[in-house]
């Protein structure tokens, strides 16, 4: 089985940032969300999988919060 590369996955942008580091991003409708690591590893294609899911229902764009990881759930609970 081949690996994903950001080439052949819809919404998925990439660049390298001023230290050499790929980033990629999951872009819709002008919003653009942080991925985690890069295609290939589980975190990214979890976290590509809820956004293309949440692309597909109708659920992104409105005012519903995606936390790309639980880390970032926790830190969006701690600042409450």
């Known amino acids: 089985m081949a690996l ?3 080439d ?3 919404y998925i942008t990439s660049f390298k ?3 050499g580091k790929r980033r990629f991003y ?3 409708h002008h919003q653009k969300f942080k991925l ?3 295609p290939g590893d ?3 294609h979890d976290s590509y999988a809820r ?3 949440a692309v597909e ?3 992104l764009g409105c005012d519903e919060i995606l936390p790309t990881s639980t880390a970032q759930s926790a830190g969006l609970l701690r600042g409450f």
Request: avoid cysteine; charge should be positive; charged fraction near 25%.
């Open 4 to 6: 994903a590369t950001s």
């Open 8 to 10: 052949n996955l819809k």
């Open 17 to 19: 940032d001023r230290h």
């Open 26 to 28: 999951f872009r819709y």
């Open 36 to 38: 985690p690591e890069k």
């Open 42 to 44: 589980a975190a990214f």
């Open 51 to 53: 956004y293309l899911t």
């Open 57 to 59: 229902s109708g659920a």
